[in-house]
C-alpha cells in the first residue's frame, strides 16, 4: 500500500508441478511466528538427503511477510487500510491479500497444490486445521503431520483446534475451500520458549518433507 514490495522466496524445483506455499506475518506484532517460519525453511534448505529429495520433486514457495507496512507502522492487526488481512481472504479488499492470492492462484495454473501453511503468534502453541472429515487431497495429510511432529519432539503435545465451523475470511480457509487442499495455521506461543520453537519448527518441516515425499504421486 506504500508501495513496498511482498518478497517470494521460490525454493525446490520451480518446474515441479507440485506446489506447497507458506506465508506468514499478516499480523504485525507475531514475532515468534515469523521465527517458526525462518526455522521452518532452515530445514527445507538444508543439505539433507531428505531436503534435497523434497527440494527437486516439489516447489516451494514463501511469502514470509505479508504486512510489511503494518510492522512498520508498529501497528497491532491491521495493514495501512485498516483492515485485518486475515479477514480479507473473502473480500480481498486489500492489495496485499489481492496480491497473495494472485500469487497462489497463479501456481494452481502451473501444477498442483499440495499443502498451505500460514504462521502466526498467540497466547499458546495450537495447529488450526481443517476437521478429519473434511475432503482434502492429499487425504490424511494433517493427522500424519501432527502425529509425527509430535512423534519427534518427545513431551510435546501439538495441541489441534479443528473447528467445523471455521472463519470464512481467513487464509486457511480460503485455501481449503478453494482448492481442496489441507490448510493449516500454524500459531507459536508468544513466550514459547525460542529452543522448543526451534526443535517444533524443525520437526514440522522434515515431517512435511517426508510426507510429501511419500504422498507426491497420490490422488
Ligand atoms: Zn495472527
Known amino acids: 500500500m506504500k508501495g ?20 506468514g506475518r499478516q499480523h504485525p506484532p ?5 521465527m517458526a517460519l525462518m526455522r521452518f525453511i532452515e530445514s527445507v534448505v538444508a543439505d539433507s538427503e531428505q531436503a534435497r529429495s523434497f527440494r527437486e520433486a516439489f516447489h516451494l514457495v514463501v511469502m ?3 504486512n510489511p ?29 489481492r496480491a497473495v492470492r494472485d500469487q497462489i492462484l497463479a501456481l494452481k495454473e502451473q501444477g498442483r497444490l499440495f499443502l498451505m501453511l500460514d504462521f ?20 490424511n495429510f494433517t493427522v500424519r503431520w501432527l502425529a509425527g511432529i509430535r512423534r519427534r519432539v518427545p513431551g510435546y503435545t501439538a495441541e489441534r483446534s479443528a473447528s467445523p465451523t471455521p472463519t470464512p475470511t481467513t ?13 493449516i495455521t500454524y500459531e507459536i506461543g508468544d513466550n514459547t ?17 517426508e510426507l510429501l515425499v511419500e504422498m507426491k504421486d497420490e490422488k
Open 171 to 183: 487464509s486457511t480457509y480460503w485455501a481449503h475451500h478453494t482448492f481442496g487442499i489441507p490448510a
Open 30 to 34: 507475531e514475532t515468534t511466528g515469523s
Open 64 to 66: 514470509p511477510l505479508l
Open 120 to 139: 502466526h503468534s498467540t497466547f499458546r502453541d495450537v495447529f488450526y486445521t481443517q476437521p478429519d472429515e473434511a475432503a482434502s487431497s492429499p487425504p
Open 69 to 97: 507496512d503494518g510492522v512498520d507502522a508498529g501497528h497491532w492487526r491491521h495493514n495501512l487500510g485498516h483492515v485485518d488481512l486475515n479477514r480479507d481472504w473473502n473480500a480481498f479488499a486489500q492489495p496485499e491479500t
Open 193 to 209: 520458549d525460542r529452543t522448543l520453537l526451534k526443535r517444533v519448527a524443525h520437526a514440522a518441516a522434515e515431517e512435511m518433507m
Open 4 to 23: 513496498v514490495p511482498l518478497i517470494r522466496l521460490d525454493i525446490g524445483n520451480p518446474s515441479s508441478k507440485r506446489k506447497v506455499v507458506i506465508i
